[in-house]
């Protein structure tokens, strides 16, 4: 059985436990006496225990998302309704709310906030190249960082929505959206701004050093720095 196959087996077992016990070490436990995995092979595939087996969960649901969106026909779609597209199928890949419910807890300890900081942001990151972002200067940080905002947003909203089929929550994404794009408008108005463009020229030459991470290397919240600008 490959590791794949066994992270798998390991987290379907898992999942009805979740509700009750949390993505913990009871949990992981659990599910690898049901699913007969000796304990050596759990700490192989999942050596940091329960956290691991949290993120594997959500690793799952980017796969979902991303599934979804390469049967989408994104091009007959206006830009933000492609963003707002894949946002809303993230979510839908969810089968459990009180998975990800349970997830933000754990995530919300100190010990992990930098694992859930990282799970929002490779999600946002697989967005943005499945829309064709091809920036590669402190925008592919800036576009990833605003849209782990709206969708980090997004999913507290979602989980407290009551609403039929959660409508509400995909008005709430339509609105955080809109405010984005408001931004960048503003943001293209003060570049075309002699004055505001001469303010800003010192501050801009800085950060266009920034360069996006390469991606055969990139993992979490990388980057470089271009010496040569």
Request: avoid cysteine; glycine fraction near 8%; proline fraction near 3%.
């Amino acid at each position: 059985m490959s590791e794949t196959d066994l992270k798998s087996r390991l987290l379907q077992a898992a999942k009805p436990h979740v509700p009750f016990d949390g993505w913990s070490e009871a949990t992981l436990r659990l599910a690898a006496e049901e699913a007969r995995v000796a304990a050596a092979l759990v700490t192989a595939v999942f050596p940091r225990g329960a956290v691991d087996l949290a993120l594997a969960y959500h690793e799952e649901g980017d796969a979902a998302m991303l599934a979804r969106l390469a049967e989408a026909d994104l091009g007959a779609m206006r830009f933000r309704d492609r963003v707002a597209f894949a946002v809303r199928a993230r979510l839908e890949a969810v089968e459990d709310r009180e998975l990800v419910r349970r997830g933000m807890t754990l995530f919300a300890l100190p010990q992990h906030a930098a694992d859930g900081a990282r799970a929002l942001w490779s999600t946002a990151d697989r967005i943005w190249t499945v829309l064709g972002d091809t920036s590669q200067d402190i925008n592919w940080y800036t576009k990833r960082a605003t849209l782990s905002g709206v969708y980090g947003a997004t999913v507290l909203y979602w989980l407290g929505d009551e609403s039929e089929g959660q409508q509400a929550t995909w008005e709430f994404l339509d609105r955080r959206i809109e405010d984005v794009m408001r931004i960048e408008k503003v943001k293209a108005q003060a570049r075309g701004n002699r004055l505001v463009a001469g303010l800003m020229a010192g501050p801009l030459s800085v950060l266009g050093r920034v360069r996006a991470p390469q991606r055969a290397s990139h993992t979490g919240m990388p980057g470089r720095w271009n010496r040569t600008n």
